[in-house]
T-cell receptor
């Protein structure tokens, strides 16, 4: 499968715990995006990388959220001290540069904070 | 920042009828407008998109129109089939930071389309 992959697909954690999600983009894509989707809503932008540089971060993203893409390939999203309001589907998307701008989404990681 | 409004929130049609979903955006600098289809429990799937230098684009039963003056764009599905039933999201993109042509997507609230056999 050469599409965007995410791991894990589901994560249940207790409030206050830290969680980390991984995204592997389509191999030739240099742009990687993280979005969050809650039930009945459209995806909401979190942050965006071009290669290893984090170019933009949502103002809605609290300091408990951090993302990295150290070698310009896969990315990780960490949430520290999880809260019940963090429960959502976390989606990763990737795109190329230049004229290859379409964003293709991964299957998502569903986080449930109990 | 960009704001995207999508209507209707639900749409019910009979098989074979046409379906139209409309979106408006707030920032005239937006330059890319994709549409995604999301089935229950699945990832959003890109079905068609349009750039700001084009007024209309068609792909088989699906078409998108863009009116830059009015800042709205629409998805048209003809000859609907039960398998078209899903949630449809419109989105808009402003030019990205650092001189990039395209950046993050701002999504509408979604339209639940139901096609009855």
């Amino acid at each position: 499968d050469t599409g965007v992959s995410q791991d894990p697909r589901h994560k249940i954690t207790k409030r206050g715990q830290n969680v980390t999600f991984r995204c592997d983009p389509i191999s030739e894509h240099n742009r990687l995006y993280w979005y969050r989707q809650t039930l009945g809503q459209g995806p909401e932008f979190l942050t965006y990388f071009q290669n290893e540089a984090q170019l933009e971060k949502s103002r809605l993203l609290s300091d408990r959220f951090s993302a990295e893409r150290p070698k310009g390939s896969f990315s990780t999203l960490e949430i520290q001290r999880t809260e019940q309001g963090d429960s959502a589907m976390y989606l990763c998307a990737s795109s190329g540069s230049g004229q290859s701008y379409e964003q293709y989404f991964g299957p998502g990681t569903r986080l449930t904070v109990t | 920042g960009e704001n995207v409004e999508q209507h209707p929130s639900t749409l019910s049609v009979q098989e074979g009828d046409s379906a139209v979903i409309k979106c408006t955006y707030s920032d005239s600098a937006s330059n890319y407008f994709p549409w995604y289809k999301q089935e229950l429990g699945k990832r959003p799937q890109l079905i068609i998109d349009i750039r700001s230098n084009v007024g209309e684009k068609k792909d088989q039963r699906i078409a998108v129109t863009l009116n830059k003056t009015a800042k709205h764009f629409s998805l048209h599905i003809t000859e609907t089939q039960p398998e078209d039933s899903a949630v449809y999201f419109c989105a808009a993109s402003l030019p990205g930071p650092g001189g990039t042509s395209y950046g993050k997507l701002t999504f509408g609230q979604g339209t639940i389309l139901t096609v009855h056999p």
